[in-house]
């Protein structure tokens, strides 16, 4: 286990290394030039090279990268030029909305997920399971930008059951209030995760209830209830793991819609103002930070594996 452990952590330092060098590389090939934004109608020769050597952005960008990437592990991730706010504030004020947003959103995702693959995998290809099979085809096909939209328009204007756009109320303020407006963008992401969650996890338990170790565990006069939490969903859950750490980018990137459309200042919303600021090391500092939360909690979901499955870490 400990080698295992520690192979793994090697890997994620080297993944981490690349991660900012592509980060740090690929946000220097977006258009347009932060001087100009910043100088506006002052946009000189002489202070455009005044305010590129106050930057440090004169310098090569080898350099560049070796400063940013000494500041960035000592938690100095830069400060605006746009706004002048540091990174790391405008991260400390985002970060507990997604947070908030992706639990909220898989609660709701493996709390239906995972009752439905069961009582589907009880009886398969009975009327409960080719209706959610059925289903669950036309829930995957939809895009949360289309779902967010005809939420919107049936549960906030039409019936008004959740507010809309623009409405969000901090959790530190009301938290009545912010559930109420976190519950509609959390369904939207919840609707893919609840396809996937369901149909791998149906799909392996059928599998898993054809073992042999199953058969003699009925044989015993063991309950069907006792063998499918006790015996059957165990194994049956790796590739729900795997699915639910995989599914970690897919969620941040819909999450990142969902919060510009309703409003909502979570890291997408910040994003996208960003980049339409041109604002560099904003858009640098939450695009590296949600890389490193990507590739350490896949790095959580591998751990994780070992616990389930040891016979991973033998191997």
Not at 159 to 165: A, D, I, L, M
Not at 265 to 283: E, K, M
């Amino acid at each position: 286990m400990a080698k295992f452990l520690f192979k793994r952590a090697l890997a994620l330092i080297a993944i981490l290394f690349v991660v900012s060098i592509g980060t740090f590389f690929l946000i220097h090939l977006l258009p347009g030039d932060p001087t100009v934004t910043i100088l506006g109608p002052n946009d000189t020769a002489h202070n455009k090279a005044v305010l590129l050597q106050q930057l440090g952005l004169n310098k090569p960008i080898w350099q560049q990268y070796w400063i940013w990437l000494g500041n960035v592990l000592t938690g100095n991730l830069g400060q605006s030029f746009i706004t002048h706010a540091t990174v790391t504030s405008t991260l400390a004020h985002a970060v507990p909305i997604d947070i908030e947003l992706v639990i909220i959103s898989q609660v709701l995702a493996l709390g239906i997920a995972i009752p439905l693959a069961i009582a589907s995998a009880r009886r398969p290809n009975g009327l409960l399971d080719r209706v959610s099979t059925t289903s669950s085809f036309a829930m995957l096909a939809l895009p949360p930008f289309i779902i967010i939209v005809f939420l919107v328009l049936i549960f906030s204007i039409h019936f008004h059951v959740f507010p809309g756009p623009g409405s969000y109320v901090p959790f530190t303020q009301n938290p009545w209030s912010n559930l109420h407006t976190m519950i509609l963008p959390a369904i939207v992401l919840a609707v893919g995760s609840i396809v996937i969650y369901f149909r791998l996890l149906r799909g392996d338990l059928i599998s898993t209830l054809q073992e042999e170790y199953i058969t003699m565990a009925r044989s015993k006069g063991l309950s069907d209830r006792y063998i499918m939490w006790r015996h059957a969903l165990r194994p049956s859950s790796l590739s729900l793991l795997a699915a639910a750490g995989l599914n970690i980018g897919g969620l941040i990137a819909g999450a990142f819609v969902v919060e510009y459309l309703l409003a909502i200042p979570g890291l997408g919303y910040a994003l996208v103002n960003s980049i339409q600021q041109v604002d560099y090391l904003t858009v640098q500092g939450i695009t590296l930070f949600v890389a490193v939360v990507v590739v350490v909690l896949n790095f959580i979901i591998d751990f994780l594996f070992t616990i389930l499955d040891p016979r991973i870490a033998r191997e």
